[in-house]
């Protein structure tokens, strides 16, 4: 009974030193995948969503011409409307003068 006793022993000191030497490596591994990650740059110039598409600027106002909302180029509802439908505006002011509304769901409006 003894040796079993001391037998279990050594085994969960094998276990534990594999599983300490495992999450090492692992942990070890996971550094040198952030060492290759490219950070992102953000920069403020005109951006275009698509090739052909109208570009983004600041300041600028985009709705859909069967809507009755106008949003911010960046706000979710931007990317429902067809390349075809956008109506853009230079101005806050314009798109009410053309009869739209702000959108509820574009934070900033």
């Known amino acids: 009974m003894e040796k079993i006793k001391g037998l279990e022993k050594e085994i ?10 495992l999450l090492g490596f692992g942990l070890g591994r996971l550094s040198r995948l952030e060492e290759r990650r490219v950070p992102i740059v953000i920069k403020n110039e005109a951006i ?3 090739e052909g598409s109208t570009p983004i600027e600041a ?3 985009v709705a859909s011409k069967s809507g009755n909302s106008y949003y911010l ?3 979710t509802g931007v990317k429902r409307i067809k390349e075809n439908n956008k109506v853009w505006f230079d101005s ?4 009410k003068t053309a009869g739209y509304a702000p959108a509820s769901n574009c934070k900033g409006l």
Do not use: H, I, R
């Open 73 to 75: 180029p960046w706000c």
């Open 92 to 95: 806050e002011d314009e798109a």
């Open 48 to 50: 275009s969503m698509q």
């Open 12 to 21: 969960c000191l094998v276990v534990l030193v594999t599983l300490v030497g």
């Open 59 to 61: 300041g600028k106002y």
